[in-house]
């Protein structure tokens, strides 16, 4: 469903509270190029809310992947592009005042 010009994605989140980092981090997605999905991991060392996005060329939102609070430890975003055509792309992810932003390539 399309909501304010941007893709609404389903996507599924798993989360390990085990292992706990001492700071943010996010990995480059794999596999990377793509097609149709990929999986994007990311540790928070504390409780934080996080939006995690993806953008176009142009900047543009395509895509708002998780918005909401996350308990410290590792997760995993898996993004389903089924419905975007190929090219570049960027994913973003914001813990709190950390963010982190990187690039992927959608290659059908």
């Known amino acids: 469903s399309y909501e ?9 989140i798993e989360s ?3 292992n706990i980092p001492e700071s943010f981090f996010v990995e480059q997605n794999y596999p990377n190029p793509f097609n149709p999905s990929t999986v994007i991991r990311f540790g928070l060392p504390s409780v934080s809310y996080v939006t995690a996005q993806v953008f176009n060329l ?14 410290a430890g590792e997760h995993e975003l898996v ?3 089924a ?5 570049i792309y960027f994913y973003r992810i914001q813990a709190g005042d ?3 932003m990187k690039r ?5």
Not at 104 to 108: A, D, F, I, K
Request: a negative charge.
């Open 83 to 87: 419905e975007l055509t190929s090219g």
């Open 4 to 12: 304010g010009g941007s893709l609404l994605i389903p996507v599924s």
């Open 104 to 108: 992927m390539v959608l290659l059908r």
């Open 79 to 81: 993004f389903d592009a």
């Open 58 to 71: 142009l900047g543009q939102e395509v895509a708002t992947l998780f918005q909401g609070r996350l308990n």
């Open 98 to 100: 950390d963010v982190s």
């Open 16 to 18: 390990s509270e085990l």
